[in-house]
């Protein structure tokens, strides 16, 4: 039986003994047949004359086959050795030959498979190390970028602000010294106003001597002119005012600059980005038989968990939720408990037996609009009043976040990005907002780098591990994701049909599961947005599936009023 490709072992459970009409799982391969052995044809193998001396490993240790390459000079032979002098393949009948004569040789297979490992190693760093390091890198510089922006913004508001308080005590100062020049002006013209009616005073004194001494000068009055002494007042005297003089500022550009700020980079030794050091490369390293187990142990549960989720979900158990009619969203919290909710408004408190603990009503319908913290507490919106409550595990109820004249349709506790992300609507606009986990706005996520809106009725929001958003949007028919930056990564409408998306969640591996109610299925992405199966459809006996939530390796999905675990 011909060995399964690279691409067929993976889509199997396990790799199928190469013996004739054997269907055991072969864990082992012979080297020297290049194929696939069980436990029992292994035992078997050694045990035949012709075979006893072939080399057995197990699978993953295998050595790959030499390709099938014919020699020039003998065609009818396969190239098999390299000569160690010459530095070329030959076939074994080359090595027979003259100039080769007294040559050593070696397997060429042998350097096949060497070659062949350590250039499976690069590219394991490539994909393992390299690729996802320089894609960290890049976000980083994405994130820089978005940083400087809103750094720079800040400052041109501060000197925006410093300009116009400078402006302003310009404006005062300015203010200040034009009262004091109409002070000192009026001061000045009334001490002149106060010289000229002296001057006025005395020149009507010295009209009314004039007229005076014209009498006194007649020929009737002579007498007078003996016995009459002469004497005129002198002249007052006044001072000439001191003309004030304007002494211009003494600035410069420079003072302005000083005056206003600057900004400047700090005159220190630029940090290099952290690169984090690639592990040492297994096929260098000796390990201790204890760390290949573990090591084994991890792989294989990654292994079959990826498995598990991309081939078939078993129904363990299904229960109905009292006072809930048709289920449309769930939260679990840190003690397994699960809050459903349905279209209207009822929000129950189940434990995993569907025994109901507490109910509330609420103004939530078909919309992811609940979630639960770290500590217990359920979190959920009112679209009517416009606000989000927290209900603490003593049952107290407080009003958490006022969301103004937009109203908030889905929320979700980000345990990764640490915060609380709000799916809200206003006036054919749509956005998700970051808060704090103290109920301080943070961010708003509403359009990508294009301008175009990335949103149009955000239902349900979930994380992935790797800090993206996923939001799944029933009005665009998408599922939109984008980084913890906001900027837009990708949006999967579907395999072509009409894609209804719902309730959505993500697993410890990076998987989007998400509802489909049009085609009645769970469809589960990778976390590039890439189709990778469907994990459950009609088929396995689930209807409109509105919710669905990972919980301990244990996926939770609602069709209708029925939870399936």
């Known amino acids: 039986m011909s060995e399964p490709s690279d691409g067929q072992a993976a889509m199997q459970h396990f790799l199928v003994c190469g013996t004739e009409e054997c269907q055991k799982n072969g864990q082992f391969y012979c080297n020297a047949c290049h194929r696939p052995l069980c436990e029992h044809c292994r035992d078997e193998h050694v045990k035949i004359p012709d075979t006893k001396f072939h080399e057995i490993v197990l699978y993953r240790h295998r050595k790959q086959q030499l390709p099938v390459e ?59 190390y390299f690729l996802p390091t320089t894609q960290r890198l890049k976000t980083d510089i994405e994130e820089d970028a978005t940083q400087i922006r809103k750094i720079m913004e800040s400052i041109r508001t501060s000197m925006k602000a410093e300009v116009k308080s400078l402006k302003n005590l310009v404006d005062e100062v300015t203010s200040e010294n034009l009262e004091h020049i109409y002070t000192m002006e009026n001061s000045l013209l009334e001490m002149l106003k106060s010289q000229e009616t002296t001057y006025d005073d005395y020149i009507a004194y010295l009209g009314k001597m004039s007229d005076k001494f014209q009498q006194y000068l007649s020929l009737t009055n002579q007498k007078l002119l003996f016995s009459m002494t002469l004497k005129i007042k002198t002249i007052p005297e006044t001072t000439k005012p001191i003309l004030p003089v304007f002494t211009g500022g003494k600035f410069s550009k420079d003072d302005i600059s000083k005056l206003l700020g600057r900004v400047d980079v700090p005159n220190k030794e630029t940090d290099q980005r952290e690169i984090q050091p690639m592990e040492a490369d297994n096929t260098h390293m000796k390990f201790t038989e204890k760390q290949l187990e573990q090591s084994k142990e991890k792989s294989d549960m990654k292994q079959t968990l990826s498995l598990s989720l991309s081939s078939s979900v078993t129904k363990v158990r299904e229960y109905s939720v009292p006072g809930v009619f048709s289920a449309y969203h769930e939260s679990a919290d840190k003690s397994g408990r699960l809050w459903v909710s349905d279209r209207g408004g009822n929000l129950v408190q189940t434990d995993l037996q569907g025994n109901q603990l507490q109910k509330i009503q609420t103004s939530g319908g078909e919309e992811g609009y609940h979630t639960t913290t770290q500590d217990g507490d359920l979190i959920y919106t009112d679209k009517d009043k416009r606000v989000i409550y927290r209900i603490t595990p003593d049952k107290k109820i407080t009003e958490f976040i006022k969301t103004g004249d937009w109203t908030p349709l889905s929320v979700h506790f980000s345990r990764i990005n640490e915060g609380i992300l709000v799916g809200m609507i206003k006036d054919g606009k749509a956005k998700i907002t970051w808060y704090s986990k103290a109920g301080k706005e943070i961010q708003n996520i509403q359009i990508d780098n294009q301008g175009q809106k990335l949103y149009s009725t955000p239902h349900h929001i979930t994380e992935n591990t790797n800090g993206n958003i996923c939001t799944s949007d029933h009005g665009k028919q998408a599922v939109v994701v984008v980084n913890k930056s906001g900027q837009h990564r990708f949006s999967y409408t579907g395999q072509g049909s009409v894609f209804s998306p719902y309730g959505i969640c993500t697993d410890v591996l990076g998987h989007i599961l998400v509802c489909d109610r049009i085609s009645n299925t769970i469809k589960l992405l990778d976390q590039d947005g890439g189709f990778l199966s469907i994990i459950r459809s009609s088929q396995q006996s689930i209807k409109c599936p509105r919710g669905v939530v990972w919980m301990m390796r244990t996926i939770f999905m609602w069709d209708n009023a029925t939870p399936t675990q």
């Open 70 to 128: 014919k020699c020039k000079l003998h065609p009818t032979r396969n190239v098999d050795i390299f000569c160690k002098e010459c530095k070329i393949p030959l076939c074994s009948k080359c090595s027979t030959m003259e100039e080769h004569h007294g040559h050593k040789f070696d397997d060429l297979e042998d350097i096949y498979a060497e070659k062949y490992a350590l250039w499976q190693g690069e590219f394991s760093k490539i994909q393992k």
